[in-house]
């Protein structure tokens, strides 16, 4: 079993930056791919980043391309989201979640998610 944490959810306001935290704990050799997804009010969850088993890939929704950073230190065995740029529409609980699947795509499972932190973006 693994355990996820997540860490960095506030309020800010819309062109301001957040750096989001996830923390592994339990069966971190199972841990590859990790990902950030995110639930808005009334909306179903849906996909942000996700970073590969080694760091050398990432995958980015097109809402958050070029505002949003994905990145992963396996010696800590942390992963963070760099969020630039913030827009209301950006306002959702964060989820860390991870998978057994070295790479991302579509249709992997995810099997460990995180409690969720909440961002709130004023406009």
């Known amino acids: 079993q693994v355990q996820l944490v997540e860490s960095g959810g506030g309020l800010v306001q819309a062109g301001g930056s957040l750096r989001l935290s996830c923390a592994a704990s339990?069966?971190?050799?199972?841990?590859?791919?990790m990902a950030w997804f995110r639930q808005a009010p009334g909306k179903e969850r849906e996909f942000v980043a996700a970073?590969?088993?080694?760091?050398?890939?990432?995958d980015y929704a097109d809402s958050v391309k070029d505002r949003f950073t994905i990145s992963r230190d396996n010696a800590k065995n942390t992963v963070s989201l760099q969020m630039t740029s913030l827009k209301p529409e950006d306002t959702a609980v964060y989820y860390c979640?991870?998978?057994?699947?070295?790479?991302?795509?579509?249709?992997?499972?995810?099997?460990?998610w995180g409690q969720g932190t909440q961002v709130t973006v004023s406009s």
């Open positions: 970073v590969s088993w080694n760091g050398g890939i990432t």
């Open positions: 979640a991870a998978s057994g699947s070295y790479y991302y795509n579509p249709t992997i499972s995810f099997g460990s």
């Open positions: 339990g069966r971190t050799f199972s841990v590859r791919t």
